[in-house]
Nanobody
């Protein structure tokens, strides 16, 4: 059974940085998965902030230039480097792995809170 385990997060002052990690286990053909980072702020819908698919990264406009997603297929891990954090980045962050091969394989991490506050 596949699983995503998240690490990192926490509290930081505005302008600070944090790094999130997401490690997969039990996902066959990890490199074929589209990996995304989502976040959900209190009272808001979950939104995608970064995605890696077919070797390319894409970002939500709200984080472009501040967040950087990276991926290590040999370690079956993905990372989200978050710089120049702002209070409106406060949310619970989730990693997601999605692969469609005859059926859909869809996994979520447990979520990790990020708080940006002075």
């Amino acid at each position: 059974q596949g699983r995503l385990a998240q690490y990192g997060g926490g509290s930081v002052q505005p302008g600070g940085s944090l790094r999130l990690s997401c490690r997969a286990s039990g996902l066959t053909w990890f490199r074929e998965y589209t990996i995304s980072w989502y976040r959900q702020a209190p009272g808001k819908d979950r939104e995608m902030v970064a995605r890696n698919s077919d070797g390319s990264n894409s970002y939500a406009d709200s984080v472009k230039g501040r967040f950087t997603m990276s991926r290590d297929n040999s370690e079956e891990a993905v990372y989200l480097q978050m710089d120049h954090l702002r209070p409106d980045d406060t949310a619970v962050y989730y990693c997601n792995a999605l692969r469609r091969a005859g059926r859909e394989y869809n996994y979520w991490g447990q979520g990790t809170p990020v708080t940006v506050s002075s």
